[in-house]
């Protein structure tokens, strides 16, 4: 039997109705509204605008005093502006991007916004992250992901998407996702900080990758003593920002995690 237009929209509707309960009524109209962007202006040439959480995800990487810093999937290249914007003159950023269409972008975000100062000490590459534990380990002395995920704002938004929407796709997500996760782990340098974010809903693209992370690898370290964010909800292995308690900001979730060993 061919697949209803609607289906998408009731299974979307269902499986977040089931994992938020009475909140998610009060959670889809926040999520429908048109986001508010905030003005970042540190060490940047003119005003760049994103979301108060996505900031807030960006901050909460302790960066070293010197060394390298690798912003493992960067477009289009906000949080980069803000590691850029933090880091201290003696590191540097790797901005990545695999799609070549986003990195561009990436390049002329960075070319727009970055002061030439701070920008000679950010190089873009196009490596797949996923594989990156291949070629260098124990590399980085911070690393941010902004995984690639559901980002169901979006969905919510696009008529298309919503109808072709199938609980699948959170699965198959969460697969890239610990790819991610796990090969950076590798890549991440011992005593060093990693901090996994993404825009989804479900605990399965969010704090379920965290604990498989957990469970692998004897030297991980969860920091969870005190929010970054007053409207942050607390979560097993990181924090959520949603906007029906943050005035409109996120979804973002993120979970700052340290490499024992120094």
Same mark, same amino acid.
């Given at each position: 039997m061919a697949k209803k237009?609607? %289906? #998408? =929209? @009731?299974?979307?509707? $269902?499986?977040?109705?089931?994992?938020?309960?009475?909140?998610?009524? &009060?959670?889809? *109209?926040a999520l429908e509204q048109e986001p508010s962007g905030v003005a970042w202006s540190t060490n940047v040439r003119e005003p760049y605008y994103l979301d108060r959480a996505s900031i807030t995800a960006a901050f909460a990487l302790p960066l070293p005093e010197e060394g390298k810093i690798l912003d493992m999937c960067a477009a289009p290249g906000g949080k980069s502006l803000i590691l850029a914007g933090r880091m201290s003159e003696q590191s540097m950023l790797v901005s990545n991007e695999y799609s070549q269409d986003r990195r561009k972008r990436l390049q002329t975000v960075l070319d727009q916004f970055l002061e030439p100062s701070v920008r000679s000490r950010v190089r873009i590459t196009g490596h797949d992250a996923s @594989?990156?534990?291949? /070629?260098?380990? +124990?590399?980085?002395?911070?690393?941010?992901?902004?995984?690639?995920? !559901?980002?169901?704002?979006?969905?919510?938004?696009?008529?298309?998407?919503? !109808?072709?929407? *199938?609980?699948?796709? &959170?699965? +198959?997500?969460?697969?890239?996702?610990? =790819?991610l996760v796990s090969g950076a782990w590798l890549v991440l340098k011992a005593g060093g900080y990693m901090v996994?974010?993404?825009?989804?809903? =479900?605990? %399965? $693209?969010?704090?379920?990758?965290? $604990?498989?992370?957990?469970?692998? /690898?004897?030297?991980? $370290? &969860?920091?969870?003593? #005190?929010?970054? %964010?007053?409207?942050?909800?607390? *979560?097993?292995? #990181? /924090?959520?920002?949603?906007p029906d308690t943050a005035s409109g900001a996120g979804p973002i979730y993120f979970s700052i995690i340290h490499k024992k060993g120094e």
């Open positions: 237009k609607s %289906d #998408g =929209s @009731r299974l979307f509707h $269902e499986f977040y109705s089931t994992l938020y309960g009475t909140r998610w009524p &009060i959670l889809r *109209t @594989r990156w534990s291949r /070629y260098e380990q +124990n590399a980085y002395e911070a690393i941010l992901i902004d995984a690639p995920c !559901s980002s169901e704002r979006h969905v919510l938004s696009s008529p298309v998407h919503l !109808s072709q929407w *199938t609980p699948a796709r &959170i699965k +198959n997500l969460a697969h890239r996702q610990w =790819s996994y974010s993404t825009c989804a809903l =479900s605990p %399965d $693209e969010n704090d379920n990758v965290i $604990e498989k992370l957990h469970l692998k /690898y004897p030297d991980v $370290e &969860i920091l969870s003593d #005190g929010a970054p %964010d007053m409207y942050a909800d607390k *979560t097993r292995f #990181g /924090y959520h920002i949603l």
